[in-house]
């Protein structure tokens, strides 16, 4: 086998030698058995949609597995959560053994002292923009309780399922997952310089309510110990937001406060007992052209690293739902 460069990849075992399969041109790769996956694998042991690797920003892989069957391990053990990858880890899936290789992305800042090309990275950071967004931030509910009352495959399978679906929700409703983070994940809506349209919010909103009922009924396809729940907290304002990735393919990110507090909020709702926290200009377009659509309270709650009390307008699912019955798209 010719020697790869050095850019991220794995290298798949076969009886009649070693594969390359590289992981550029993308932040996204599916792995399973099916056609329909960037890396098909034929082994009767892996689901028909096993795995995804996605790459961060930041330069990092994550492994997450998508609910399937008889798991996916890294480094002998098997994973339930999204779990970060590192050079020379060993991958099964099934019976199909594969190695992940991947430059150490630590050691590439902007320091031309590294060989980057300054034209190349100008060109990258350029794409850096001050954009209004929205961050929606969810996390599921007593997770950690449950894994210490769960048999570690049913865990994997559902666990799995969860985050395969959430992201088939957020993609529905016109967004994609920028972050895992255990058992949560973080997703951004970037509006356009006219603002935010009250049907944008709506749609988020939409997208928000379907997390919650597709988490609800998971314990009716797998033997969990008690329904799952997650909590939320959604923020709109401003940040920065560009292009980290190479490729054709677009790997947003956003930075900044906004983005901060939307995670602060999300667990802001643990301690005033809601489901759903509200930044104030998140509630603001949301109701907007509304009338009498006070279904959520106001609180002001100190969020961890905020000087000042922040105002929140949060409340329950039932809440959100009720309030997506008079708030239908125009």
């Known amino acids: 086998m010719t020697a790869p460069q050095p850019v991220p990849h ?25 056609d329909d996956n960037n890396f098909v694998l034929p082994d009767r042991w892996i689901s028909r949609n096993h795995a995804m690797l996605q790459r961060m920003e930041t330069g990092e892989f994550y ?16 994973v339930s959560v999204p779990v970060t990858l590192h050079n020379g880890d060993h991958l099964t899936f099934g019976q199909t053994e594969l190695d992940f290789f991947s430059p150490d992305f630590a050691s590439h800042p902007s320091d031309s002292s590294l060989g980057i090309d300054s034209q190349e990275f100008t060109a990258t950071a350029t794409l850096h923009v001050r ?19 769960i048999d570690e495959k049913i865990l994997s399978e559902a666990i799995g399922t969860w985050f395969r679906c959430a992201g088939d929700i957020i993609r529905e409703y016109g967004s994609w997952v920028d972050k895992y983070i255990g058992d949560a994940i973080m997703a951004v809506w970037i509006h356009g310089p006219q603002g935010v349209s009250h049907d944008e919010m709506v749609r988020i909103a939409q997208a928000l309510s379907a997390l919650h009922k597709m988490t609800s009924r998971l314990h009716e396809r797998y ?4 329904p799952l729940r997650v909590g939320a907290g959604l923020n709109t304002g401003y940040a920065m937001v560009g292009n980290t990735g190479t490729g054709d393919r677009p790997d947003y990110t956003a930075l900044g406060d906004t983005v901060n507090a ?3 909020l999300e667990s802001a709702t643990k301690q005033i007992g809601r489901d ?9 377009y949301l109701v907007e052209s509304i009338s009498n659509a006070n279904l959520f309270q106001q609180h002001a709650v100190n969020l961890k690293g905020y000087d000042t009390p922040t105002v929140t307008y949060a409340g329950s699912f039932s809440d959100l739902d009720t309030f997506l019955q008079i708030s239908v798209p125009r």
């Open 10 to 34: 794995l290298v798949l075992r076969t009886d009649s030698g070693s594969r390359y399969l590289s992981l550029t041109n993308s932040n996204c790769w599916t792995v399973g058995r099916g």
């Open 262 to 264: 939307a995670f602060r």
């Open 131 to 149: 954009r209004l967004i929205s961050v929606l931030v969810v996390d599921i509910r007593d997770f950690t309780v449950m894994t210490r009352q």
């Open 223 to 226: 033997p969990l110990p008690f």
């Open 63 to 78: 492994l997450i597995d998508l609910g399937s069957r008889n798991g996916s391990f890294v480094n002998g053990r098997r």
């Open 276 to 284: 759903v926290a509200l930044g104030e200009s998140t509630y603001g």
